[in-house]
Structures are given as structure tokens and as C-alpha cells.
């Protein structure tokens, strides 16, 4: 699970975020569990939102967490052959090219956590740090730091990285990561946690990678396995879908829907609505996080989903008998109703919540809504729209048709 991720100097953000994932007292005497982790301390969110107007860096932080796993997994083989090493560092300051930007997690894998994270600058890996504590202790283990300005590259403090780990140092490039590095060489107390990069932080963004989720999700419904679940999904989601076949010459999928005779197979690419597709697309990475207990990255959960089928997403994670391996939701949204009570469930409680915000030099930044104090009865819906909590457009009413306006017309 994950507790928390940090980062500073990439895309908008050009200074130090956080975004905490782990439960807080305002979650106390909810209906729903806070997690399903059985130590208070290490209580997780099951779905974490983040709201903002347009351009104020919510994207930017799924971007950085997504950036952080492809380092993870590319630095050795994907930055071989590049003369830098990929970063996006904040852009509307030139100074900022010249800061080494960071990342780290803070994770629990099998009862143990971890807090992982480096820095990079154009050239090189500046720092890397990996410090255990096992079964969730207080007492904090160093299995290893690296210092691009120490004389000794990377060191191993104590005794709690065990395995080979020496012979590991000149194998590891001045832009490679050490964790990577291990990785490849079956480092066996190293390879756990960049396994946890490689199956969690999908990010799942409107239309770039549609095609690629659409495919997975297709070959998932040719496993029996997932083919029930997969249509009881479709037909849950009101859309009119009453069943999917394959067509036996095509081997193309082709949804049902009931029509005044019956059952009728519709061509899913020319008569299937964007909705129908983008739900189906969504489908896979949602039971593949669901399965295997991930953190699922989904930028504007609601831009393709009615309001009631993003809340019904959210309750997914919630819900300990559709979510038994504790997987994760972290969303942004614009939808103020996943905030309010008109629905039946209310989607989100009020430490479930991140605004992100950018100042007027183009800064984001990104805090809880907790920060407001705002009361379990408060309207959050309203408030947030009224502004009470930040992260909304600075626009006057009318003040987008008054543009458009002939010059001298009456105000």
C-alpha cells in the first residue's frame, strides 16, 4: 500500500510536495474502514481525490508518481543511450534546470515498510536512499545511501540490507539507479520493492492511452477467467449492454444490446458510444489494481463516466468484499457532487480529498482539504465551489461572455 509520495522540481511543481495517502482523524467514526491495515499508524486510503481548476498541477502530481515508476524500470536499458537522463523539471524558471529534482515513496509490502527515493539531475542520480522498517517498527534501518559527491558512492549502514550488495556498486552507472541495478541482478531483499513499481502507479489518462488499455482489457476478456466479470461490469454501468460476443470469422468483440426483437450485436468501433468504449477501456486496469492489490493512478476519473458510475468506482475501493487485497485509487476530478450528499454513498470523506492549486508566477502547490478544519456536517459540495477551500478558477460571472463582447456594448 501506499502511505505517501514526495517530490520537488518537476513540471509545475517547483517546490517541495506531499501527498499523504494514509488516513487521518478526521476518519475517524466513518462508516467505511479507514484501511485494512491492522496498524493504526499505517491505515490507508483506500481512494484519494484531487480537485483544482484547469492547469493547477493536479495531472502533474500523477505525472511525477508515474515518472518515479519509469525510472524505477527504464533507468538501466532506457537511459543507456540518452545523453540526459529525462527529467521535467519546472519550466517557467531556468534556474530550476540547474535543481536536481526528487521522488520518494513511503510504501508497505507484506507488513514492511519502506521509504524509497532519489534525486536526478540532468547529468546523474545526485542521491538514492532506501531505509526499512520491518513489520511496520519505529526503529528505522539505512539499507543504503548514495551520495554523487561522496567519495564512497553508495554505502550500506548496519546490517538490515542483507545479501549481495558490494559488487552491486560498479555495476551501477552515474545515471542508473542503484534499485534498478539490483533488480536486474535478482538482488533477492532489493527485487520486492521494484517489483511493488512494476505492478503498481498505472496511470490511466483520457484518450493517450485509450488503444493500450482497450487491447488489455479485450485480452483479458478472452481469458474465462475475467469474461463474467468483465460483462456483469458492462451491464452493472446501465449502458444498455446485455451481453458480448466474439465474432467467430473476425475474432472482433461485438457488445449486445437489447433491441425491440432481441439481442443485437453492435460494431464496437463505428457504433458503440465514446461512453460504452471508455467505460469497457477502463474496465481492465480497474480489476488488474482490484486483483492484485494496486495503487491505480487515474487522471479525470469523471471526464467519461456519469457522476453516479464514478461514485460507484469509488465505492469499489471501499468496499472490502469487492477490494480484499487492499488496493488503491488515487483520481483527479472536477465533479463537486463526489464531494457532496446527494448521493446515497457518499463518495468521498473529508481527509480523502487534495487541492491543488498554482500561484500567480505558475507555482502549484497541492494540501489537503483538511487543512479548512471543515466539519463532518459542512456542505464540501458548496464550499468548494464557493471557494472556501482553494483550487477553483479566479473568474467573476460573466467574465468569459463579457470577452466576447462588442467593445463599448453596456456592461
Not at 482523524?25 to 491495515?37: C, I, T
Not at 491505515?43 to 524505477?72: D, E, F
Not at 480497474?286 to 479525470?300: I, Q
Not at 463537486?336 to 500567480?360: C, M, N, W, Y
Request: proline share 6%.
Amino acid at each position: 500500500m501506499l502511505l505517501r509520495f514526495r517530490g520537488v522540481n518537476h513540471r509545475s511543481f517547483r517546490d517541495e510536495f506531499e501527498v499523504w495517502f494514509a488516513a487521518s482523524k478526521f476518519n475517524q467514526g466513518s462508516e467505511r474502514p479507514a484501511g485494512l491495515a491492522g496498524d493504526s499508524e499505517m491505515a490507508y486510503l483506500p481512494a484519494t481525490a484531487i480537485y483544482g481548476s484547469n492547469a493547477s498541477g493536479k495531472s502533474n502530481v500523477l505525472h511525477a508518481m508515474r515518472w518515479m515508476r519509469q525510472a524505477v524500470l527504464n533507468s538501466v536499458h532506457g537511459w543507456a543511450s540518452l545523453d540526459d537522463i529525462p527529467r521535467e523539471p519546472f519550466g517557467l524558471e531556468g534556474s530550476a534546470r540547474e535543481t536536481a529534482s526528487l521522488y520518494e515513496v513511503d510504501v508497505v509490502i507484506d507488513g514492511d515498510r519502506y521509504v524509497y527515493g532519489f534525486e536526478v539531475s540532468d547529468d546523474q542520480v545526485e542521491s538514492e536512499w532506501l531505509h526499512a522498517y520491518p513489520g511496520g517498527q519505529a526503529r528505522r534501518q539505512v539499507w543504503f545511501e548514495r551520495d554523487a559527491d561522496s567519495d564512497e558512492l553508495i554505502t550500506f549502514p548496519g546490517e538490515g540490507l542483507r545479501g549481495p550488495k558490494e559488487s552491486l556498486v560498479p555495476q551501477t552507472r552515474p545515471n542508473a539507479l542503484f534499485l534498478t541495478v539490483a533488480a536486474a541482478f535478482n538482488q533477492p531483499f532489493l527485487t520486492p520493492i521494484h517489483d511493488w513499481f512494476k505492478h503498481n502507479l498505472w496511470w490511466v489518462s483520457p484518450g493517450r492511452d485509450f488503444d493500450e488499455r482497450h487491447t488489455f482489457t479485450r485480452k483479458m476478456y478472452d481469458d474465462q477467467r475475467h469474461r463474467a466479470r468483465i460483462t456483469d461490469l458492462l451491464k452493472v454501468a446501465d449502458l444498455g449492454v446485455a451481453g458480448a460476443e466474439v465474432d467467430a470469422m473476425s475474432g472482433d468483440l461485438r457488445l449486445l444490446h437489447q433491441g425491440p426483437s432481441g439481442l443485437v450485436p453492435l460494431d464496437y468501433e463505428r457504433q458503440e458510444s465514446m461512453g460504452t468504449r471508455s467505460w469497457f477501456a477502463f474496465i481492465g486496469p480497474l480489476l488488474e489494481a482490484l486483483d492484485k492489490g494496486a495503487v491505480l493512478l487515474v487522471d479525470e476519473l469523471d471526464i467519461s463516466l456519469h457522476p453516479l458510475l464514478a461514485a460507484e468506482v469509488l465505492r469499489l475501493f471501499h468496499d472490502p468484499d469487492a477490494n480484499p487485497h487492499d488496493a488503491q485509487l488515487v483520481c483527479t476530478v472536477h465533479d463537486s457532487s463526489l464531494l457532496g450528499r446527494t448521493h446515497l454513498f457518499q463518495p468521498l470523506e473529508r481527509d480523502q480529498v487534495r487541492i491543488a492549486a498554482k500561484s500567480r508566477d505558475g507555482v502549484s502547490e497541492i494540501y489537503p482539504l483538511t487543512d479548512a478544519r471543515p466539519r463532518k456536517t459542512e456542505a464540501l459540495d458548496r464550499n468548494y465551489l464557493a471557494g472556501a477551500y482553494g483550487g477553483i478558477p479566479a473568474l467573476n460571472i460573466g467574465e468569459v461572455a463579457g470577452t466576447l463582447a462588442p467593445a463599448g456594448a453596456a456592461s
